[in-house]
T-cell receptor, first 115, second 114 residues
Framework: AQKVTQAQTEISVVEKEDVTLDCVYE???????LFWYKQPPSGELVFLIR??????QNEISGRYSWNFQKSTSSFNFTITASQVVDSAVYFC????????????FGTGTLLAVQP | GAVVSQHPSRVICKSGTSVKIECRSL??????MFWYRQFPKQSLMLMAT?????????EQGVEKDKFLINHASLTLSTLTVTSAHPEDSSFYIC??????????FGSGTRLTVV
């Protein structure tokens, strides 16, 4: 069965600090996709990144970066120089695509960035 | 980009009544849609997978007679919460899978049963 674990329930940082959100996943599939979403208080889900299981290259997008390591089944997300607008709940998610095509979410991490 | 329009955004209903939530794909055909429920400060839990023209597949523990899903066309999937009770109050959100290996989400419906 697929499972996504986000061990950090809540994180509080001061503006301009760097912060890393952890994500560990479990799957028996060899082909799968990993995602990160941001959910602000409005409730809408904002897509941040998608990574397939064959691409272990780390990615950087502005202040955001992602570290994908298949050896440890982790897909961690780092925000550099955090800002108050980064405050939200962040979800890591896993999809098997081709099989059931379901997207399974982790428990989420509430990030609070204090001014 | 691909957009899923979800309505209503908020609804308050009396206990015992039924509520219908609609999700429409505006510029693409969605053969598969997913319905999630999110309780306050919790994760999004997959309730069911909605397939156009066939019966929905429900996740374990989700009552199919209480949460009726209809996916009659390639652009519309509906979730009806029947005989709603206060414990059904939650945030419901739909999603469609895209050919480009991603997913697009509706804006969610906040249901309050009084």
């Amino acid at each position: 069965a697929q499972k996504v674990t986000q061990a950090q329930t809540e994180i509080s940082v001061v503006e301009k600090e760097d912060v890393t959100l952890d994500c560990v996943y479990e799957t028996r599939d060899t082909t799968y996709y990993l995602f990160w979403y941001k959910q602000p208080p409005s409730g809408e889900l904002v897509f941040l990144i998608r990574r397939n299981s064959f691409d272990e290259q780390n990615e950087i997008s502005g202040r955001y970066s992602w570290n994908f390591q298949k050896s440890t089944s982790s897909f961690n997300f780092t925000i550099t120089a955090s800002q108050v607008v980064d405050s939200a709940v962040y979800f890591c998610a896993l999809s098997d695509r081709g099989a059931t095509n379901k997207l399974i979410f982790g428990t989420g991490t509430l990030l609070a960035v204090q001014p | 980009g691909a957009v899923v329009s979800q309505h209503p955004s908020r609804v308050i209903c009396k206990s015992g009544t039924s509520v219908k939530i609609e999700c429409r794909s505006l510029d693409f055909q969605a053969t598969t849609m997913f319905w999630y429920r999110q309780f306050p400060k919790q994760s999004l839990m997959l309730m069911a997978t909605s397939n156009e023209g066939s019966k929905a597949t429900y996740e374990q523990g989700v009552e199919k007679d209480k949460f009726l899903i209809n996916h009659a066309s390639l652009t519309l999937s509906t979730l009806t919460v029947t005989s709603a009770h206060p414990e059904d109050s939650s945030f419901y959100i739909c999603s469609a899978s895209l050919p480009s290996e991603g997913y697009t989400f509706g804006s969610g419906t906040r249901l309050t049963v009084v």
